[in-house]
């Protein structure tokens, strides 16, 4: 266990209540994080497929990931950890922002939910291997994009899976999620730079650098009708998932 | 000591304690909480009711295996007669060869009796009857509800489902629309001389409509239907004050003879008649369900078989939740339990409450259209249709646990 500090970390009272109150805003399905949490169903379901097809398992089990441990890397305040933990994953979350990581401890807590957050960088933390390693709208924030994936795919363990998420670099994707998305209000402003997006050709380059062969990507469009949902057109935003070559 | 479940369910009736079982076939656990005595609801004479229930609801029964205790107490409907008070025009909603039966008729209380059987055989159901709830709080992590005894019971979702007057819906403060018929449903078991044929007859007089619905015979053979009568509010004190041989005498005219002599059979109930439609069936980890979420009029037969598709619909999203390591109050589920359900009830609601409303004005003119009304839906193949797979429940995107 690498970075005690983290772990061992105390919050003090007054700082308790507002990392819960930031929990309370990350958590709340109209505030601030409303697309996210839109998006968290429709990524779900394509990281469930992936897991089945992955491990053979059982569509229907609830506990999927029962036996396994998964990295989160960017888990914001948790909103994908805790559908990982409550698959049956060990679960492990990393955001570099100390709150962040305090906010999503609140919320683990009372959602009865044992997940080990740590703050920091990745390669800093000295975590081992994990059977499932995520991370969801990310590597378009990061500067050095094959420094990233190549972290991340040190910790991917022999067989293991990983699934990747993020926004297309399209004139689609600059109109919708960096003009019309802050707009509205649907994401806080200063969330995209649209010239740090990254193409699902750029994605697929980086991970076979690091070593890692790539699926087949699939789009998440939106329509009035369906709203959020998969889809094979990736202009917009996409999901893909990458093993060891 | 805390026994937190999946589903606190406030309300055990038809459709809430379907709604136990068949989340519990997905291994969803619950909490069930109702007020009243199930012995007392059981007992003969309680309820005396009938429910049409469509094929769409058979499938649910089969789906959550009741189906093999009902069936001998299923009387199948295979076709409906529409007649604009016995004047000429009859519309007749028969279903081809291979599309099976309309439905079939239950009384409640053999419904009932399933139910009770089959939760009680469920360790993922934990029902309280003669139970009363003080105080209800949905937070951010769960539910809970404190009962009269002061337990406290602890779930991640909460469920209304005490039928039209929900006290948790109103105290969620989401409000109906509300048209009321100012209309009672009398409803008695009738025994009549020729076989029903497994007919369902519905009689349209400007007073209000007047069904027939078949049940199995008797054990002593004697052919049965119950019926449902409706009154103006204003004549309803005075026909239940009638004495039986003329309250019978009056049922007989309205009905010209149609079954054969007929005598009256147990005791005549009264339930007033109201039309309540709400958008909006979710609330901060809380979904509706049932007659809490949408109450109409029964002429057309449907509000228990809406309910069971609002069952369908919410084990469906719960067990995608499941799969999907989603909390069950999860709100985009919820959002899709809601969106899932609206366009559903509107149509059924509006279909049935158009019906009553063609029938329900006295008069020669409106004589004429209600014939000419009808002389539409006959010639008009995709009207009927709709009226048909409506009655069987199967129109609409269906939900999986109430397909075949
Ligand atoms: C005259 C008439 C005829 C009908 N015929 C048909 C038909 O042929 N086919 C059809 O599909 N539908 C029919 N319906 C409609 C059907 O009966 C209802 O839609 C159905 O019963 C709704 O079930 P429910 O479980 O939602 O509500 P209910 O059956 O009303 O059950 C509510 C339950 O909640 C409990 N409860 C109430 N308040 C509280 C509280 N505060 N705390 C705890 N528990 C509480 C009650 O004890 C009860 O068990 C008819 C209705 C009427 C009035």
């Known amino acids: ?245 | 000591m805390s026994d937190k479940r999946d589903l606190l369910i406030l309300g055990g009736g038809l459709v809430g304690m379907t709604l136990a079982i068949a989340a519990a076939k997905k291994g969803i656990s619950s909490h069930v909480v109702d007020r009243a005595d199930p012995a007392e609801l059981t007992a003969e004479g309680f309820d005396g009711r009938a429910s049409a229930i469509s094929t769409a609801s058979w499938n649910l029964f089969r789906n959550i295996d009741i189906a093999d205790a009902l069936e001998p107490f299923g009387c199948p409907i295979a076709s409906i007669a529409v007649t604009d008070g016995m004047k000429p025009g009859r519309i007749d909603f028969q279903p081809e060869e291979h599309e099976g039966t309309l439905g079939r008729m239950f009384p409640n209380r053999r419904l009932r009796l399933a139910l009770f059987e089959a939760a009680q055989g469920e360790d993922l159901i934990s029902y309280r009857p003669k139970t009363n709830v003080l105080t209800r709080h949905r937070g951010d992590h769960g539910v809970t509800a404190m009962l009269a005894d002061e337990t406290v019971l602890e779930a991640s979702l909460m469920v209304g489902a005490e039928g039209r007057l929900s006290p948790t819906r109103e105290e969620a403060g989401i409000t109906m629309a509300h048209w009321d018929y100012s209309h009672r449903a009398m409803i008695v078991g009738l025994t009549h001389s020729k076989p029903h044929e497994n007919v369902a007859w519905e009689i349209f007089y400007p007073a209000g409509p007047f069904a027939l619905l078949p049940l199995l015979d008797d054990e002593d053979g004697s052919h049965r239907s119950a019926l449902v009568w409706t009154v103006a509010e204003k004549d309803a004190a005075g026909v239940l004050a009638m004495p039986r041989s003329m309250f019978r005498a009056e049922v007989a005219k309205r009905m010209h003879g149609v079954l054969g002599e007929i005598e009256l059979q147990g005791d005549i109930s009264a339930y007033p008649l109201s039309f309540q439609h709400t958008v909006q069936i979710t609330g901060d980890r809380l979904a509706l369900v049932g007659d809490a979420a949408h109450g109409m009029h029964p002429i057309a037969g449907q509000g228990l078989n809406l309910g069971l598709r609002d069952v369908g619909a919410l084990v469906e999203v719960m067990s995608e939740a499941a799969r999907l390591g989603l909390d069950f109050g999860d709100a985009q589920m919820l959002a899709r339990y809601q969106k899932w359900r609206a366009l559903d009830s509107l149509m059924v609601m509006g279909a049935t409450d158009g019906l009553t409303r063609l029938f329900g004005i006295p008069g020669k003119l409106p004589s004429a259209i209600r014939r000419l009304g009808m002389g539409m839906v006959q010639r008009t193949p995709p009207l009927k249709r709709w009226f048909m797979d409506e009655a069987r429940g199967v129109s609409g995107e269906v939900p999986e646990l109430l397909k075949g």
């Open chain 1, 1 to 245: 266990m690498g970075d005690a500090t983290v772990a061992n970390e105390t919050i003090r009272p007054q700082e308790a209540a507002h990392f819960g109150a930031l929990a309370a805003e990350w958590w709340d399905p109209k505030g601030s994080s409303a697309m996210l949490h839109k998006l968290n169903p429709v990524r779900l379901a394509f990281i469930r497929e992936a897991i089945d097809l992955h491990w053979a398992g059982d569509i229907h089990s609830v506990k999927p990931l029962a036996g396994k441990s998964a990295l989160d890397v960017g888990c914001g305040a948790g909103l994908l950890c805790e559908p990982l933990a409550r698959l049956g994953a060990n679960v492990t979350g990393v955001d570099a922002a100390a709150e962040n990581v305090a906010a999503a401890r609140a919320h683990a807590e009372g959602s009865g939910l044992a997940i080990d957050y740590r703050h920091g960088e990745l390669g800093s933390l000295g975590l081992g291997q994990f059977d499932l390693v995520t991370s969801m709208e990310v590597i378009e924030h990061v500067a050095d994009k094959q420094a990233f994936v190549s972290g991340l795919a040190a910790h991917l363990a022999p067989g293991g899976l990983m699934v990747l998420s993020t926004p297309n670099r399209t004139l689609a994707s600059r109109a919708l999620l960096v003009g019309a998305a802050e707009a509205l209000g649907a994401v806080p402003k200063g969330t995209h730079h649209w010239e740090d997006f990254v193409t699902p050709e750029e994605l697929e380059e980086l991970l076979v650098a690091a070593g890692l062969t790539v699926g087949t990507p699939k789009g998440i469009s939106w329509s009035p009708t369906k709203g959020l949902h998969l889809s094979d057109d990736l202009a917009l935003n996409y999901i893909v998932t990458a093993q060891r070559a």
